[in-house]
């Protein structure tokens, strides 16, 4: 049992502490090493408890979705704002593929509609605020008024400016910079010396 998850426990949140270590578990062993059984062992709790709270695997994996869109959200949103669109969406999208790289297994999660319920109004509220930095600069770099949650709509500039940093963040996930790169860490490699110039490339001043 993580000490997170039972100190989480131990002050009677027990939602919480179920929310932690699947979180460990996952950044571990990625979302497909996770089970109820393992989350419910890692919070010390009994194998009936996660499906009880939960209400099964989908619910407790969304919970825990919606806490990685606040991480995302905590290290988008305070990104410096230059005032220049174009490096403001850059410098959005480099975060987007280094948190993505740093945290393979959670970004996983949050991409699987198989696993996740996307329709849940707090993982609704989470994602969109986790990209509320993200869409102001796409929405200023392009031009438009930026997104809201009450107006769900199909942006095509939206949608182009986060299929290009989701697609960077897949490829680096994926570990493709090694048939490219040959250095001891392809993937900073790729990062640090490649991306910018692949974002400027897409997204000039």
Not at 45 to 63: E, I, M, N
Not at 79 to 93: K, N, Y
């Amino acid at each position: 049992m993580s000490v997170k998850a039972r100190d989480s426990y131990h002050h009677g949140d027990l939602k919480t502490a179920l929310i932690v270590a699947s979180e460990e578990i996952i950044r571990a062993e990625g979302v497909e090493g996770f089970t109820l059984r393992k989350a419910a062992r890692s919070a010390g709790v009994s194998p009936g408890a996660p499906s009880h709270h939960f209400s099964g695997t989908k619910g407790l994996l969304t919970a825990v979705a919606i806490r990685v869109f606040k991480h995302l959200g905590a290290e988008l949103n305070v990104l410096p704002s230059s005032g220049v669109p174009a490096q403001d969406l850059r410098t959005q999208a480099l975060g987007y593929v280094k948190f993505a790289a740093r945290n393979p297994g959670l970004f996983r999660l949050i991409c699987r509609v198989d696993l996740i319920d996307f329709k849940d109004p707090d993982l609704m509220q989470a994602s969109f605020e986790a990209m509320t930095s993200y869409g102001h600069a796409a929405a200023a770099y392009f031009g438009h008024e930026p997104p809201e949650l009450s107006k769900r709509v199909f942006r095509p500039h939206m949608a182009s400016a986060t299929a290009t940093a989701h697609g960077l963040a897949h490829m680096v996930i994926e570990g493709r910079p090694a048939l490219f790169l040959d250095t001891p860490d392809p993937v900073a490699t790729f990062i640090e010396t490649m991306l910018p110039s692949i974002l400027m490339a897409t997204w000039p001043d």
